[in-house]
């Protein structure tokens, strides 16, 4: 069984950052790619990040690109967002999505989903 367990949310001032952790089990980490996903009060969920494990490759929506960094640590089956200079336009619950193939975090179907986190960024 796949898991996905995020932490790492919380309060921030605008400017400030955060560290998001997505911890993986119940399949080989390696074969995957991982990343992240956020829902915004009255918006349409929008794809933040991603990473596939094998290759290293990253994608970055341009809301966040050259603010946002994402980074695995396959000894630890951890896939990590960290999150500098945060706007208050990133308040959102932020989820941690997994799919064997990229095309479903490219296109927003991804068929593993972890429980979501809050991240809140005041003015």
């Known amino acids: 069984e796949v898991q996905l367990v995020e932490s790492g949310g919380g309060l921030v001032q605008a400017g400030g950052s955060l560290r998001l952790s997505c911890a993986a089990s119940?399949?080989?980490?390696?074969?995957?790619?991982i990343g992240w996903f956020r829902q915004a009060p009255g918006k349409q969920r929008e794809g933040v990040s991603y990473?596939?494990?094998?290759?290293?490759?990253?994608y970055y929506a341009d809301s966040v690109k050259g603010r946002f960094t994402i980074s695995s640590d396959n000894a630890k089956n951890t896939v990590y967002l960290q999150m500098n200079s945060l706007k208050p336009e990133d308040t959102a619950v932020y989820y941690c999505?997994?799919?064997?193939?990229?095309?479903?975090?490219?296109?927003?179907?991804?068929?593993?989903w972890g429980q979501g986190i809050q991240v809140t960024v005041s003015s």
């Open positions: 990473i596939t494990i094998s290759d290293g490759t990253t």
């Open positions: 999505a997994a799919d064997h193939l990229v095309r479903a975090l490219v296109f927003g179907g991804p068929h593993y």
């Open positions: 119940g399949f080989s980490f390696a074969d995957y790619t």
